[in-house]
T-cell receptor, first 114, second 114 residues
């Protein structure tokens, strides 16, 4: 069975500070991993994805994530937070099963304060 | 613009009403999904369609009835709902259920059941 755990339902950072959102996964097969962002009253937008190529993945809006198999982690980072980064972030895993089924974490709400 | 549209964006209905949610994707994808997003709960996969054929019904109550007349359109018919069904309903599309890849989400329909 696959699962995703996002540590910290709420994260608060100052503008300009490092953003670190944690994601750990469990998968019986080599996983594909995704980070999505959801702004208020909107759907989910893909930030980046890991599909077994480079372990350091760069995404949109200056975000990146590193796949660490030994730690079963796929943490999302951004060197300098911007006010516009305030949103909810979801980590998801796809892999096992006969079709493309995404399993989502519970989400982390990021607040950015001046 | 993600190429997936949903209507209506907001819906208020009584428990005895019948209504339908509509999703349309303009991406040429073969798979479509319905998710339920409730407060403080992970996204729940409800239904999966591949080339108009339902491939998963994730233990969803029969008061939710999906319909996929073609690969571009997906409906969710609602009847005799309960207040706990109030949530954001998200539609997504993907290149194919057998392809491990990202899903593209619509903006969602915010449903309130009185």
């Amino acid at each position: 069975a696959q699962s995703v755990t996002q540590l910290g339902s709420h994260v608060s950072v100052s503008e300009g500070a490092l953003v670190l959102l944690r994601c750990n996964y469990s998968s019986s097969v080599p996983p594909y991993l995704f980070w999505y962002v959801q702004y208020p009253n909107q759907g989910l937008q893909l930030l980046l994805k890991y599909t077994s190529a480079a372990t350091l993945v760069k995404g949109i809006n200056g975000f990146e994530a590193e796949f660490k198999k030994s730690e079963t982690s796929f943490h999302l980072t951004k060197p300098s937070a911007h006010m516009s980064d305030a949103a909810e972030y979801f980590c998801a895993v796809s892999g096992a099963g006969g079709y493309n089924k995404l399993i989502f974490g519970a989400g982390t709400r990021l607040a950015v304060h001046p | 613009e993600t190429g997936v549209t949903q209507t209506p964006r907001h819906l208020v209905m009584g428990m005895t009403n019948k209504k339908s949610l509509k999703c349309e994707q303009h991406l040429g994808h073969n798979a479509m999904y319905w998710y339920k997003q409730s407060a403080k709960k992970p996204l729940e996969l409800m239904f999966v369609y591949s080339l108009e054929e339902r491939v998963e019904n994730n233990s969803v109550p029969s008061r939710f009835s999906p319909e996929c007349p073609n690969s571009s359109h997906l409906f969710l018919h609602l009847h005799t709902l309960q207040p706990e069904d109030s949530a954001l309903y998200l539609c997504a599309s993907g290149r194919g259920v057998g392809i491990k890849d990202e899903q593209f989400f619509g903006p969602g329909t915010r449903l309130t059941v009185l």
